[in-house]
């Protein structure tokens, strides 16, 4: 069985992302760990809720087939966050397939995984646009992009298709 390892924020992370990728990667058979900040219970941005089965900092990267990060308020801090930072940096050094929604790809790109890549993001007034350029991105503005192993999406609208090209990717 295929392994993902799913990040979501503690607080605020985006129910209809994590919904639609979720419904991408269960429908190609993936076995689903999904981890934050802590183990435990997280509250989505609308009311939604999930329990992290392990904390980022316990998780070991080359127990999964892939790595994604959905976005959310919540994920706005995960950019600054060490072990999140890390899981992203170790799973591309790996040569992992990555995925990031929202404006979860400003993780990433403050990883250094988006540097040199082709990526899209979230981005209503241009910030995250600018965040991901400034860490070496190259910005396309679409609903999904996929370069190599890195897979990035925009938003709840492209959740399911953003699971889907998750799991059609050969690791």
Request: aromatic share 6%.
């Amino acid at each position: 069985m295929k392994n993902v390892l799913i990040v979501i924020a503690k607080e605020g992370y985006q129910d209809v992302e994590l919904a639609g990728t979720r419904k991408g990667l269960d429908d190609a058979g993936f076995s689903i760990t999904v981890a934050s900040t802590e183990a435990g219970p997280c509250t989505g941005k609308f009311g939604g809720s999930i329990n992290a089965e392990i904390a980022l900092r316990d998780v070991v990267v080359s127990r999964f087939d892939r790595i994604a990060f959905i976005g959310g308020p919540g994920a706005a801090k995960l950019v600054q966050d060490f072990d999140a930072l890390n899981v992203a940096r170790v799973a591309a050094k790996a040569d992992m397939i990555v995925g990031a929604i929202c404006i979860a790809p400003t993780i990433l790109a403050a990883a250094g995984v988006l540097r040199g890549k082709r990526a899209t993001v979230h981005d209503t007034d241009g910030e995250q646009e600018r965040f991901i350029t400034k860490h070496g991105a190259t910005y396309t503005g679409e609903p999904v992009t996929v370069d190599g192993k890195i897979v990035t999406a925009n938003g709840p609208d492209a959740a399911e298709e953003f699971g889907r090209m998750l799991a059609s990717l050969k690791a």
